[in-house]
């Protein structure tokens, strides 16, 4: 069995919770469960992802010198 190394701060999240922080529905991260964009994490009969898994789907702008 191997052991994750998460962020002590990292925490999982539902479908419901999960769209909400990302601004989808909750059948937009079921989907992309199903066909691999997210990672998720079976606890019995429940579907999780990590925070992080759904942080690292938001762009982040570079930081650069206005012109």
Avoid: F, N, Y
């Avoid at 529905?25 to 998720?40: A, E, N, Q, V, Y």
């Amino acid at each position: 069995m191997r052991t994750l190394q998460r962020p002590t701060a990292d925490r999982l999240h539902d479908a419901e919770s999960a769209g909400e922080l990302l601004g989808v529905r909750p059948s937009t991260i079921r989907w992309w469960w199903t066909i691999g964009k997210l990672h998720r994490v079976k606890i019995g009969r429940l579907t999780r992802v990590w925070e992080s898994e759904l942080l690292a789907l938001i762009p982040h702008e570079e930081k650069g010198p206005k012109q």
